[in-house]
Protein backbone atom coordinates (compact mmCIF):
# COMPACT_ATOMS: atom_id res chain seq x y z
CA UNK A 1 0.00 0.00 0.00
CA UNK A 2 1.42 3.39 -1.10
CA UNK A 3 1.05 5.95 1.59
CA UNK A 4 2.88 9.33 1.49
CA UNK A 5 2.98 10.71 5.08
CA UNK A 6 3.67 14.80 5.54
CA UNK A 7 4.71 16.28 8.71
CA UNK A 8 6.07 19.34 10.34
CA UNK A 9 3.57 21.68 10.09
CA UNK A 10 2.68 24.02 12.96
CA UNK A 11 2.01 27.91 13.78
CA UNK A 12 4.57 30.37 13.18
CA UNK A 13 5.36 34.32 13.06
CA UNK A 14 5.71 35.70 10.40
CA UNK A 15 9.88 35.82 9.27
CA UNK A 16 9.74 32.32 11.05
CA UNK A 17 10.81 29.19 9.70
CA UNK A 18 9.20 25.55 9.32
CA UNK A 19 10.39 22.09 7.48
CA UNK A 20 8.25 19.76 6.19
CA UNK A 21 8.50 16.39 5.74
CA UNK A 22 7.11 13.94 3.15
CA UNK A 23 8.06 10.28 4.04
CA UNK A 24 6.64 7.46 1.47
CA UNK A 25 6.41 4.13 2.06
CA UNK A 26 5.05 1.11 -0.38
CA UNK A 27 6.97 2.91 -3.98
CA UNK A 28 10.17 3.25 -5.08
CA UNK A 29 10.70 6.56 -4.16
CA UNK A 30 13.81 7.03 -6.86
CA UNK A 31 11.51 6.33 -9.76
CA UNK A 32 9.47 9.61 -8.92
CA UNK A 33 9.45 13.14 -9.24
CA UNK A 34 8.00 14.70 -6.19
CA UNK A 35 5.96 17.78 -5.68
CA UNK A 36 4.78 19.98 -3.58
CA UNK A 37 1.55 21.93 -3.17
CA UNK A 38 -0.39 24.00 -1.02
CA UNK A 39 -4.42 24.94 -0.50
CA UNK A 40 -4.95 28.01 1.32
CA UNK A 41 -8.40 28.26 2.87
CA UNK A 42 -11.13 28.73 0.23
CA UNK A 43 -8.93 28.39 -2.62
CA UNK A 44 -7.44 25.83 -5.42
CA UNK A 45 -4.61 23.57 -4.40
CA UNK A 46 -1.27 25.15 -6.05
CA UNK A 47 1.90 23.91 -6.98
CA UNK A 48 4.74 25.27 -4.77
CA UNK A 49 7.91 23.11 -5.77
CA UNK A 50 9.19 20.08 -8.03
CA UNK A 51 12.13 18.14 -7.82
CA UNK A 52 13.59 15.46 -10.28
CA UNK A 53 14.41 11.73 -9.64
CA UNK A 54 17.85 11.92 -8.40
CA UNK A 55 17.47 15.94 -6.74
CA UNK A 56 19.34 17.24 -9.32
CA UNK A 57 17.06 19.22 -10.30
CA UNK A 58 14.40 21.61 -8.59
CA UNK A 59 11.53 23.87 -9.40
CA UNK A 60 9.85 26.67 -7.60
CA UNK A 61 6.48 29.09 -7.69
CA UNK A 62 7.54 32.63 -8.40
CA UNK A 63 5.53 33.12 -4.72
CA UNK A 64 8.30 31.12 -3.09
CA UNK A 65 11.38 31.13 -5.11
CA UNK A 66 14.17 32.55 -2.75
CA UNK A 67 12.65 31.39 0.16
CA UNK A 68 11.48 27.84 -0.08
CA UNK A 69 14.13 25.07 -1.01
CA UNK A 70 12.90 20.93 -1.80
CA UNK A 71 15.25 18.23 -1.14
CA UNK A 72 15.24 14.73 -1.06
CA UNK A 73 16.91 11.70 0.52
CA UNK A 74 15.71 8.81 -1.61
CA UNK A 75 18.14 6.23 0.53
CA UNK A 76 14.99 7.36 3.32
CA UNK A 77 12.20 7.63 0.73
CA UNK A 78 11.68 11.25 2.35
CA UNK A 79 11.03 14.55 0.47
CA UNK A 80 12.03 17.87 2.59
CA UNK A 81 10.12 21.39 1.85
CA UNK A 82 12.33 23.49 4.08
CA UNK A 83 10.33 26.91 4.49
CA UNK A 84 11.95 30.43 5.49
CA UNK A 85 10.88 33.90 5.63
CA UNK A 86 7.39 32.88 6.23
CA UNK A 87 4.28 34.96 5.22
CA UNK A 88 0.53 35.92 6.21
CA UNK A 89 0.02 34.29 2.75
CA UNK A 90 1.90 30.97 3.19
CA UNK A 91 -0.76 29.79 5.57
CA UNK A 92 -2.29 26.66 3.79
CA UNK A 93 -2.62 22.58 3.78
CA UNK A 94 0.65 21.69 2.45
CA UNK A 95 0.22 18.39 0.17
CA UNK A 96 3.11 16.33 -1.03
CA UNK A 97 2.63 14.21 -4.28
CA UNK A 98 4.39 11.41 -6.37
CA UNK A 99 4.40 11.38 -9.92
CA UNK A 100 5.64 8.76 -12.36
CA UNK A 101 6.84 9.36 -15.93
CA UNK A 102 7.36 12.87 -17.55
CA UNK A 103 3.79 14.64 -16.68
CA UNK A 104 4.21 18.84 -16.00
CA UNK A 105 5.50 18.98 -12.32
CA UNK A 106 3.06 21.72 -11.96
CA UNK A 107 -0.08 20.13 -12.65
CA UNK A 108 -2.12 18.75 -10.26
CA UNK A 109 -3.84 16.24 -12.30
CA UNK A 110 -0.09 14.78 -13.58
CA UNK A 111 0.36 13.15 -9.91
CA UNK A 112 -0.19 9.36 -9.11
CA UNK A 113 -0.15 9.64 -5.60
CA UNK A 114 -1.05 12.24 -2.33
CA UNK A 115 -0.65 12.57 1.01
CA UNK A 116 -3.26 13.78 4.05
CA UNK A 117 -1.27 17.05 4.18
CA UNK A 118 0.23 19.16 7.02
CA UNK A 119 -1.34 22.58 8.22
CA UNK A 120 1.00 25.72 7.88
CA UNK A 121 -0.27 28.68 9.53
CA UNK A 122 1.65 32.16 9.59
CA UNK A 123 0.59 34.73 12.11
CA UNK A 124 1.25 38.64 11.33
Known amino acids: QVQLIESGGGTVQAGGSLRLSCTVA????????MGWFRQPPGKEREWVAGINWSGSYTYYADAVKGRFTISRDNAKNLVLLQMRSLEPEDTAGYYCGALSGYGDLRRRTSYDYWGQGTQVTVSS
Open 26 to 33: GLTVSRYR
